[in-house]
């Protein structure tokens, strides 16, 4: 009597391992439907902050923005180089890892736009005032040494392209004997000095 219940028990077990196994398996496929229906995204969703240095956008306009945004920002970058006597801007660390929504880059466009109005309004100022020293210069220049760099007058006491004096030359920076310097040294401590003291310096020819 033993042997024959042995044989149904172990049936019995052998006819309950698939439905255990079935069981073991309906989690997985029903997180993996999970899974896919919430990858799919809902049309009636508004979209939400997009990287500026995200180049794929389903957003045209936000597209524009962002294109928009990096030429001024280059453009400002380039102005602000020349203002400052540089033939190569500055490296720009954007940062990457911020959300800029559409209405952070319009009012970051504005900003850039003004200051771009700025800078190029600084730039045609120090043109002009640079022009008119230089025309000033050129005529202090003449007059002085007829325009040579190595020219010395009044016993050796003035010297150079604008007869420079030791005590006048070493007040704008300069070193040594201001007929000894380079044209373009003379050139900019002559212009320092007119921009510091007018053209009282030269009495006869400023």
Known sequence: MKAPLIAVISVGIAAAAPAVAISAKEPSRAQGQTKAQSSVTDPNR????????????????HTKLVKRFLKLRNRANRLLAKRAGRRVPKP??????????????RRAI??????????????????????????????IAACESHGNPRAIGGGGS?????????????????????????????????ALLLQRSGSSPWPVCG
């Open 46 to 61: 508004p979209i939400g902050p997009v990287l500026i240095n995200q180049t794929a956008n389903a957003d045209p306009k």
């Open 92 to 105: 720009v660390h954007t940062a990457k890892q911020v959300n800029w929504p559409s209405h952070e880059l």
């Open 110 to 139: 504005r900003k850039l736009e003004k200051r771009i109005r700025r800078v190029r309004r600084h730039l045609r100022e120090r043109r002009a005032v640079t022009a008119g020293i230089r025309a000033t210069l050129e005529q």
């Open 158 to 190: 003035f010297r150079g392209k604008y007869q420079f004096t030791y005590g006048t030359w070493a007040a704008v920076g300069g070193k040594g004997d201001p007929a000894a310097a380079s044209e373009a040294e003379q050139d900019m401590r002559a």
